[in-house]
Structures are given as C-alpha cells and as structure tokens.
C-alpha cells in the first residue's frame, strides 16, 4: 500500500508541474526580459516583445502605437 501511495505521489507531482513546450519558450523568453532590464539593457529587454507597429502599450499617458516607440518611452522613462 505504502508504494502505491508513493507511486501516486510522484506520479501526481510529475503531472503538476510539468510544462508544455510553449509554457517552457514563455517562461525562457521572461527570464532573458528580466535579466537584460535588470542589467539595465532595454535593446535585448525587447526582444521579447512583438517587433511591430501594431503593438499596443497601455501606459498612464493612454494607448501607444508600435515597437520603436514602445522603445524610446522605455529609454525615456527609465
């Protein structure tokens, strides 16, 4: 019995945490944003945002339009 219980445990612990290959690519693509604006690197900060003019950044000043600009509000800011 003791096994069985043992078995389901780790069998259950598998199952929770594992991660899809797109959970995986997201959680790697966070990781390399956080390490280069902790490095203070907006340019590789970037990468992981969607290099387009329809991107949409919602920040306190309203809605702004495209990449490059989401880019120089960073360097502005901060």
């Known amino acids: ?7 389901t445990f ?3 612990s598998t199952i ?3 991660q899809s290959k797109n959970e995986k690519a997201i ?5 390399a944003q956080e390490t280069a604006w902790n490095n203070g690197n ?3 900060f970037m990468i992981g945002y ?10 306190k000043n309203g809605p702004k339009y495209g990449y490059n600009i989401t880019l ?4 502005k800011g901060y």
Do not use: T, V
Not at 27 to 31: D, E
């Open 1 to 7: 019995m003791k096994k069985i219980l043992l078995f």
């Open 10 to 12: 780790c069998l259950i």
């Open 42 to 44: 907006l340019e590789k």
């Open 50 to 59: 969607w290099n387009n003019d329809s991107l949409l950044f919602i920040g």
């Open 16 to 18: 929770s945490f594992a």
């Open 27 to 31: 959680i790697k693509i966070l990781a």
């Open 72 to 75: 120089a509000n960073y360097k």
